[in-house]
């Protein structure tokens, strides 16, 4: 499997949350799109981490020896309190997640203030569109080795530029995902490399975040 030609997208949602797409179409379609790697990671809270969780679990054990294309399960923790996080990322890495995302502090949401720091605190790996995120948090997220997401989501990317801006300033890790729902979407190359650029990333930034995921699917894949 080669993860360094191709799409990688570490955020994305099936029928096992609010994504419209079951497991098998989300990944054909990744697949037609041009993608490499994939990780679904459908929304949970403290009802359903574990069900959903194995669900996608099981669907990835089964389906994977069809895909030259990566297939990672995940999860994002999504709207929870913020004392509650670092027991929902136990839970999700003892139960298999080969990747955890958190649904950071979007300005688009009234995501409970605190989940940003709670999220980075808590050794998640992506914080997912963090919004209005304060230096002391980039800078932690820097130094805890907590990758910032750049959004391709319309309502989400709305912060991209301040996340950009302090990562850069503070050395901080950046990824560019879908947030995936729906068919539509899904990246194509082109359209990647134009939020990307859009979002203020110069071209050697770009393949930077690339080479960042890179890395992030080769340490899921010695987990699963």
Do not use: W
Not at 84 to 95: D, E
Not at 128 to 155: M, W
């Amino acid at each position: 499997m080669k993860t360094d030609q191709g799409i990688i997208d570490l955020h994305t949602h099936t029928f096992f949350s609010d994504g419209v797409l079951s497991p098998a179409e989300l990944v054909r379609r990744a697949e037609y799109s041009g993608y490499s790697a994939i990780a679904i990671t459908d929304h949970v809270d403290a009802s359903n981490i574990e069900h959903v969780l194995s669900g996608i679990i099981e669907f990835c054990k089964k389906t994977r020896p069809f895909y030259d294309m990566v297939i990672l399960p995940g999860v994002e923790i999504t709207h929870v309190p913020p004392k509650q996080i670092k027991s929902l990322v136990s839970l999700a890495r003892s139960a298999g997640a080969a990747i955890i995302v958190l649904h950071g502090e979007t300005i688009c949401e009234p995501v409970p203030p605190g989940t940003n720091l709670a999220g980075i605190e808590a050794g998640i790996d992506i914080l997912a569109h963090p919004g209005l995120i304060t230096e002391a948090e980039v800078k932690l997220a820097a130094e805890q080795g907590v990758y910032l997401e750049i959004s391709g989501r319309h309502s989400h990317g709305l912060g991209n530029g301040r996340v950009l801006h302090l990562a850069r300033k503070l050395s901080a890790r950046c990824v560019l995902d879908t947030d995936t729902h729906a068919p539509k979407d899904l990246f194509t190359p082109t359209y990647r490399e134009k939020v990307a650029l859009g979002a203020g990333m110069t071209a050697e930034e770009y393949e930077l975040v690339k080479k960042n995921m890179q890395s992030i699917v080769k340490e899921c894949i010695a987990k699963i």
